[in-house]
């Protein structure tokens, strides 16, 4: 094994060992003295690991929304299809009314209805929220 592979298996068992005692309730200093860090060293070690845990979180929520697209892409089809196929009247009614749930869901999955906050410059610790049309929040 190289040097740089061995350090990177070392790290990530510190990391894991550091987040383990976290856990657990040890404070940045007992994780040092425990593992022979500093305390600055193990509040870094902690970070570290809490980030890769937070983009393996962040991937899996992805795959998640991606698969849950392509069911509602799929389910809007149909829906439109039978919109547009000359069906009596109520079961195209039923047909809108589900390509607005799905549209109004897809709209939801990707964020696009979500309230966004804004900084002004200039004032520190001030933001502002924009709400949607009706003036609701979410």
């Known amino acids: 094994m190289s040097k740089t592979k061995a350090a990177m298996v070392i790290g990530a068992e510190h990391r894991d060992a550091c987040l ?8 940045y ?37 991606r698969v849950e697209d392509e069911r509602l892409a799929m389910a809007l089809k149909v829906a439109i299809k039978i919109m547009e196929d000359g069906f009596e009247e109520d079961v195209q009614l039923k047909a809108i009314a589900q390509v607005v749930k799905l549209s109004d869901r897809r709209a939801k999955l990707w964020g696009l209805d979500a309230p966004k906050q804004h900084e002004i410059s200039g004032m520190p610790d001030v933001s502002i929220q924009i709400l949607p049309p009706g003036g609701k929040d979410g």
Do not use: C, P, S, W
């Not at 383990?20 to 404070?27: E, I, N, P, S, V």
């Not at 690991?49 to 991937?59: F, T």
């Open 20 to 27: 383990r005692l976290r856990a657990r309730g040890y404070t």
């Open 29 to 65: 200093k007992e994780i040092g003295e425990e593992l022979g860090f500093t305390r600055q060293n193990a509040h870094l070690h902690v970070k570290a690991a809490l980030k890769e845990l937070n983009e393996d979180i962040a991937e899996q929520a992805e795959e998640v929304r």
